[in-house]
């Protein structure tokens, strides 16, 4: 079992619009045995993209510009489409495969990311296994002391 921020390489993912293709996947949660993997696909093609550093919360997208991680190109994650994998089809298709891993300040800021742009559009099963309760307290924990200061 893989953890958030793992970089998952799928030879055939079907998209949400039914097209079919080779992407970067990168995995959002830590999921438990019977829980799914939460991804979030990349693309390394600009088109109208900013090439702004971290959260693009109006494009609801994160970029990672080449060389600073595991992408070797300027590359975005697009918080848009979550997509869940069983944890069966992860360990038993030839066509997913682990090829590297973000470090954990960038995951977390990835999903705050993704929380920022899309809370209303993320069903609560996925907020729990995003964000576990423990998690979500500390975070509000946090937040109330930076205010403070």
């Known amino acids: ?33 019977n829980e799914p993997y939460l991804f979030v696909k990349t693309t390394a093609r600009k088109k109208d993209k900013p090439s702004t550093s971290g959260c693009i919360k109006n494009r609801s997208l994160y970029f990672i510009p080449a060389g600073k991680t595991f992408f070797k190109k300027d590359t975005w994650m697009q918080l848009y489409e979550i997509y869940a994998i069983s944890p069966d089809d992860i360990d038993n298709k030839k ?28 069903s609560s099963m996925y907020k729990k296994l995003l964000r576990p309760p423990l998690q979500e307290s500390l975070l509000k924990l946090q937040e109330k002391f930076n205010k403070d200061k």
């Open 95 to 122: 066509e997913i495969t682990v090829e590297g891993s973000l470090d954990v300040k960038m995951i977390d800021d990835i999903v705050n990311c993704l929380f920022l742009a899309e809370e209303e559009n993320i």
């Open 1 to 33: 079992m893989q953890t958030r921020g793992a970089i998952y390489y799928h030879s055939s993912l079907v998209f949400h619009n039914g097209f079919t293709g080779k992407k970067y996947l990168v995995l959002l949660n830590t999921p438990d045995e």
